[in-house]
């Protein structure tokens, strides 16, 4: 009876691991397109070389607008809803449509959030540790990173030489956080379970 529930949750834990790196892969690349980043980086064409399989197909069939990749989002909703279901029925739930809509929305929003958090903070690390230096990476995330942290050195320059932009991006993720994806969560399982 007990070694059911332990292969239930090595289960969830092999769907969550897969399909968060693989929509974290996919989510990276769309925001890279975004900002319109170096693509002829090596970690830009990594992750342009994983996620072309599913993306060229969806790209025949949906077209970007705006400059916006909808393939790439479809294709981010597509992985995390089923994410939610296998991961809903290894443990014996289902779910409403409308609820699965809003976690999977949720949760896409939390792992944009997660993204910004991390990569800001390796930004920092490596300014540190080597400032000035210049490594494929750091250019990437120069580019991801710079637009929210320009905004935020136009509201606070520096200080005595200190940029405290990522201090403030940092704070205002984590209130995104609590104030917008822990309540769409909410509203998602209610919708689902309630």
């Known amino acids: 009876m007990m070694g059911g529930s332990y292969a239930g949750n090595a289960g969830v834990f092999l769907i969550q691991t897969l ?19 170096d693509f002829y980086n090596p970690v830009s064409q990594f992750l342009v ?13 949906i077209p970007g ?10 294709l981010m909703l597509a992985l995390q809803a089923a994410e939610l279901m296998l991961v809903g029925a290894l443990k014996g739930v289902t779910f409403h449509l409308a609820g699965l809509a809003v976690l999977t929305v949720a949760e896409l929003l939390s792992l944009v959030v997660s ?10 690390v490596l300014s540190w540790i080597s ?11 120069y580019n991801l990173n710079e637009p929210l942290l320009g905004r935020a050195r136009r509201l606070l320059p520096p ?3 200190f940029d405290l ?16 994806v822990a309540p769409m ?4 399982r209610s919708l689902s379970f309630g």
Request: no cysteine; net charge positive.
């Open 49 to 61: 070389k994983i996620t072309n399989p599913p993306l060229k197909p969806l790209r025949r069939i």
């Open 115 to 124: 993204i910004y958090f991390i990569s800001i903070l390796i930004q920092v």
């Open 159 to 161: 200080i005595q030489g």
């Open 19 to 37: 399909f968060g790196l693989y929509t974290g892969a996919v989510m990276i690349r769309f925001l890279l397109a975004l900002v319109r980043a």
């Open 185 to 188: 969560r909410d509203l998602g």
């Open 131 to 141: 400032p000035g230096g210049h490594n494929p990476a750091a250019s990437l995330l």
């Open 165 to 180: 932009s990522p201090i403030i991006v940092l704070i205002l993720l984590q209130l995104l956080t609590f104030l917008l």
């Open 65 to 74: 607008v705006l400059g916006i990749d909808l393939a790439s989002v479809i």
